[in-house]
């Protein structure tokens, strides 16, 4: 705290991320990264940009990542709002889209940066508790004040909403902003994408970092009514407007064009996901049923806080939340299949 701080400095409530331990030889399964590198011709495509054209500015408007995020989704490019990761673009739409005298309803348990920018830009929200299968309550988002903003899949149990429950969410939001964050949605959930030909109150957020192995890159989109794009736009171009950078608008086009790499690892992922599940329930553990790189896990014979304490112990990075309600469950991020190996052998020891 400072005295030259503001007041919207002194008030902030800063998002704290999962750890970035130095050590390489860490097995980091505590943010839901790719384990995979990225598409070599994405690689490839950030030597050529790096030797090329730095000294230049980026295209400020983005149009070819904007064409080639259209075509894969089947959307017009006027529909298309590309930003620097999806923490960017949702940051843009709190600001385009939430007042702050109206209300806008989340879950209970969710994404945490999504109170953090609530709080951030003095937007007052609801929290909907979960069901006790730990779903989204469909029914307790319909309605909302000023807005609604959720994961699919959900974060952190990793359960997914049909896009007939999406569709009930939206269409019982008619005049409020409903944002669907689909983050995680690649691996197996199903997309709201084609519902936004149909609704003009539907933003849905997506990024490359999970499904394109491009974290730290930072590039993420919003696809929506030309309406609402319209909306990101004059905020972006309020604050920067210049957001993407030369070297990830080059990586993020390729990457999203090398789809039989992106097939691959993605299959790969859901395997691996599928096997450890298995195992992890064999020993007792109780297991969300996960449409996302990452696995919601209520272990058995060892208290959820000593699991993360012992395989950090071990150079094994998995996330413990020490917030209400999440207290009993760990998160494990779904690695390679040799990471996940050593993963279920340190457990099998420990219990
Ligand atoms: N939404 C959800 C639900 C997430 O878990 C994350 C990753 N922490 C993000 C959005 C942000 O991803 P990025 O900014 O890397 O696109």
């Known amino acids: 705290m400072s005295k030259?701080?503001?007041?919207?400095?002194?008030?902030?409530?800063?998002?704290?991320?999962?750890?970035?331990?130095?050590?390489?030889?860490?097995?980091?399964?505590?943010?839901?990264?790719?384990?995979?590198?990225?598409?070599?011709l994405a690689l490839e495509a950030m030597e050529q940009s790096i030797n090329a054209d730095l000294k230049k500015y980026p295209s400020p408007t983005a149009d070819r990542l904007k064409a080639v995020i259209a075509e894969r989704e089947g959307v017009?490019?006027?529909?298309?709002?590309?930003?620097?990761?999806?923490?960017?673009?949702?940051?843009?739409?709190?600001?385009?889209?939430?007042?702050?005298?109206?209300?806008?309803?989340?879950?209970?348990?969710?994404?945490?940066?999504?109170?953090?920018?609530?709080?951030?830009?003095?937007?007052p929200f609801q929290q909907i508790p979960l069901q006790n299968d730990l779903s989204i309550d469909v029914e307790g988002l319909k309605r909302s004040v000023g807005g609604v903003i959720f994961p699919n899949p959900n974060a952190p149990t990793g359960l997914a909403l049909s896009r007939?429950?999406?569709?009930?969410?939206v269409a019982h939001n008619p005049n409020q902003v409903v944002i669907v964050d689909e983050a995680y949605v690649e691996f197996g959930a199903e997309s709201a994408i084609s519902l936004t030909k149909q609704y003009p109150n539907l933003l849905v957020t997506k990024t490359l970092s999970k499904s394109h192995a491009l974290a730290g890159l930072r590039v993420g989109y919003a696809i929506g009514d030309v309406a609402l794009i319209e909306g990101?736009?004059?905020?972006?171009?309020?604050?920067?407007?210049?957001?993407?950078n030369r070297v990830s608008l080059a990586g993020a086009e390729a990457a999203l064009a090398d789809e039989?790499?992106?097939?691959?690892?993605?299959?790969?992922?859901?395997?691996?996901r599928e096997w450890v599940t298995h195992d992890l329930e064999q020993l007792g553990f109780w297991v969300a049923?996960?449409?996302?790189?990452?696995?919601?896990?209520?272990?058995?014979?060892?208290?959820?806080?000593?699991?993360?304490?012992?395989?950090?112990?071990?150079?094994?990075?998995?996330?413990?939340?020490?917030?209400?309600?999440?207290e009993g469950y760990v998160r494990i991020s779904i690695g390679t299949d040799d990471e996940m190996k050593r993963l279920i052998d340190i457990i099998q020891a420990l219990i």
């Open 232 to 244: 990101l736009e004059r905020i972006k171009n309020s604050f920067n407007s210049y957001t993407i």
């Open 164 to 169: 007939v429950e999406v569709e009930s969410i």
């Open 260 to 272: 039989p790499y992106y097939d691959e690892t993605l299959q790969a992922i859901v395997k691996t």
């Open 289 to 326: 049923e996960s449409k996302a790189n990452f696995l919601f896990v209520k272990p058995n014979g060892i208290g959820a806080e000593t699991l993360y304490q012992q395989l950090k112990a071990r150079g094994v990075y998995i996330r413990y939340f020490n917030k209400p309600g999440l």
């Open 76 to 123: 017009d490019v006027n529909k298309v709002f590309v930003g620097n990761g999806s923490d960017e673009v949702l940051a843009f739409a709190f600001q385009a889209f939430f007042d702050p005298n109206e209300a806008i309803k989340m879950p209970e348990i969710t994404y945490s940066f999504y109170p953090v920018y609530a709080n951030l830009y003095d937007i």
């Open 4 to 40: 030259f701080w503001s007041r919207t400095a002194r008030e902030a409530e800063p998002y704290v991320p999962g750890e970035q331990p130095s050590d390489v030889n860490v097995i980091k399964l505590n943010t839901n990264e790719n384990p995979f590198p990225p598409s070599p």
